[in-house]
């Protein structure tokens, strides 16, 4: 794990509880995150990790617990109010619009994060900047040739490559992706991956990635959290908790799993 100068968590949670009737889907979680950090947050399916980031993003009230952004509390607040704070979230396809351009799409993502319209007033200049800043984003992901195609034609994976060019719009200060490579063919993920990868090297950005594929977590993590039932059960050096009897037990299912080399994913 990283060593922090900045020993202020960037984001955090207190006790984070949501139950649906008699379930509890996270229980009582509390941990902090900091800049400068990558953390994976393991489980196996059911284990209230897209939960966990659903409340953490404000897609879901908890019905107890605290988040706090920069010692703020901002557990009641909207998606938006969140969103303008800097936490940043790949929706799972949500939040993008199918018969937009895919550039018309990132374009939206520019122009909210500066907070302003386009309109008739709006000098020509800033209508340029804003749509080269979206391109800078679509190149980062390798979706510039297809700019000007709708969103509904694209593939499920180059849709999730969209999801993070509108997060890098977005500029977020938390970004929180959930399983970012599902869906995309083997030539497509070291795209994402390598942007992930220089993401972290910003030492003012922190990373949440929600992620079932360990060569990945191996890779990327600075730290790892594992969540089982609705509980965090592990939180520590990815070595030490991958290795841990509960883990391999709870998670990984064989000590073959954790044993076994992890496929190198180069970083450029």
Same mark, same amino acid.
């Given at each position: &794990?990283?060593?922090?100068?900045?020993?202020?968590?960037?984001?955090?949670?207190?006790?984070?509880?949501?139950?649906?009737?008699?379930?509890?889907?996270?229980?009582?979680?509390?941990?902090?995150?900091?800049?400068?950090?990558?953390?994976?947050?393991?489980?196996?399916?059911?284990?209230?990790?897209?939960?966990?980031?659903?409340?953490?993003?404000?897609?879901? +009230? +908890?019905?107890?617990?605290?988040?706090?952004?920069?010692?703020?509390?901002?557990?009641?607040? *909207?998606?938006?109010?969140?969103?303008?704070?800097?936490?940043?979230?790949?929706? !799972?396809?949500?939040?993008?619009? +199918?018969?937009? *351009?895919?550039?018309?799409?990132?374009?939206?993502?520019?122009?909210?994060?500066?907070?302003?319209?386009?309109?008739?007033?709006?000098?020509?200049?800033?209508?340029?900047?804003?749509?080269?800043?979206?391109?800078?984003?679509?190149?980062?992901?390798?979706?510039?040739?297809?700019?000007? !195609?709708?969103?509904?034609?694209?593939?499920?994976?180059?849709?999730?490559?969209?999801?993070?060019?509108?997060?890098?719009?977005?500029?977020?200060?938390?970004? &929180?992706?959930?399983?970012?490579?599902?869906? &995309?063919?083997?030539?497509?993920?070291?795209?994402?991956?390598?942007?992930?990868?220089?993401?972290?090297?910003?030492?003012?950005?922190?990373?949440?990635?929600?992620?079932?594929?360990?060569?990945?977590?191996?890779?990327?993590?600075?730290?790892?959290?594992?969540?089982?039932?609705?509980?965090? &059960?592990?939180?520590?050096? *990815?070595?030490?908790?991958?290795?841990? *009897?509960?883990? !391999?037990?709870?998670?990984?299912?064989?000590?073959?799993?954790?044993?076994?080399?992890?496929?190198?994913?180069?970083?450029?």
């Amino acid at each position: &794990m990283r060593a922090h100068a900045n020993p202020t968590p960037a984001l955090e949670t207190r006790g984070l509880t949501i139950r649906f009737g008699g379930h509890v889907a996270v229980n009582a979680v509390s941990c902090a995150f900091r800049p400068g950090e990558l953390t994976c947050i393991v489980g196996p399916n059911g284990a209230g990790k897209t939960t966990y980031f659903n409340l953490i993003s404000g897609q879901l +009230p +908890p019905t107890a617990g605290q988040i706090l952004l920069n010692g703020e509390d901002v557990t009641r607040m *909207p998606v938006s109010a969140k969103t303008r704070r800097g936490i940043g979230r790949a929706f !799972q396809l949500t939040s993008l619009f +199918p018969n937009l *351009p895919v550039l018309e799409n990132v374009r939206l993502a520019v122009q909210a994060h500066q907070h302003r319209g386009l309109d008739l007033f709006s000098v020509w200049s800033s209508h340029r900047a804003i749509r080269e800043e979206a391109l800078a984003c679509l190149e980062r992901v390798a979706l510039t040739d297809k700019r000007n !195609q709708p969103v509904a034609s694209l593939s499920h994976g180059d849709q999730r490559k969209l999801e993070v060019a509108i997060l890098l719009a977005l500029k977020p200060r938390i970004f &929180m992706f959930d399983e970012p490579t599902a869906g &995309m063919s083997v030539d497509e993920v070291p795209v994402i991956l390598d942007l992930i990868h220089e993401i972290k090297q910003d030492t003012s950005k922190t990373v949440l990635l929600v992620e079932h594929k360990m060569d990945v977590v191996r890779s990327l993590a600075d730290r790892i959290i594992v969540l089982h039932n609705g509980t965090l &059960m592990a939180d520590g050096d *990815p070595a030490e908790v991958i290795a841990s *009897p509960i883990v !391999q037990q709870a998670y990984l299912g064989t000590a073959e799993v954790v044993t076994e080399a992890a496929p190198e994913v180069a970083h450029g």
